[in-house]
């Protein structure tokens, strides 16, 4: 019986994963801090948090494990600075604090190309959130690194609207990698390894993400 903790809960795949793991019998209560309220639901706790002000000694961290799928574009932060405090501060605040009180295990929500190309400012992010969570010593952790994420969002992004054209239509032709990662698919991996991840650390890459 799993108690996992999910942060990013409001996003494309966090909702997904929200989805699956109030369905799933083995999580016996998902703990999905946030800044906006979710729907409530009796295996469900919702603390509303600041993540600039952690409650650090918040009951609810004890957890077995975390899934991590918070981020953010640097359109939409508005600078460099307000980027990394949400694709780099907080999942690595979440990952010291969940450990400080007992989490077992750690999935997180990386990206194609993490580390590939450390001058731009989103792969190097992705590449140092990665290598600092690793050091923070889970039992478990596996590191998903889709590739263009497909699904319904619920604002408009013009460049990753584009993309998905784009790949949608190729589609078959691209190489597996290359393809469309669905939300659903990413949750799927994500909520496996909380519930279920070999000791050591795992990596999954695009190709096995592709949608079919
Ligand atoms: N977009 C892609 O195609 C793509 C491709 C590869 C990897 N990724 C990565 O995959 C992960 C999940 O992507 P996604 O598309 O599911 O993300 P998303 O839909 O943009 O959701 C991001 C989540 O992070 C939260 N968040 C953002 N800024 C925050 C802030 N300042 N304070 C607190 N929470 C904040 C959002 O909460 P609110 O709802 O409150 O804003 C939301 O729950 C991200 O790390 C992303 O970088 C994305």
Redesign the pocket.
Known sequence: MTRILV?????????EIVRKALRDDRITRLIAP???PLEPHPKLHNPL????RLPEDAGWWAVNSVI??????RA??GSDQ?FR???YD??LAVARLAHRHGAMRFAL????GAAAAPRLL?SRT?GEIEAAITAVGFSSLTIV???????D???F?AG?WI?ARVLGALGPLLPRRFRI?P?PK?ADALVEAAIAGASGVHLIE?DQLAAD
């Not at 948090?49 to 600039?52: H, W």
């Open positions: 942060v990013g809960a409001t996003g494309l795949v966090g909702r946030t800044r906006r948090v600041d993540f600039d991590c799928v918070l981020g953010t574009t939409k932060a307000a405090k949400v694709d907080y999942p929500n990386s990206s194609l989103y992705k690194r889709p590739g263009l994420i497909g699904g969002r619920n604002e992004r990753e993309a990662s939300a990413i695009a």
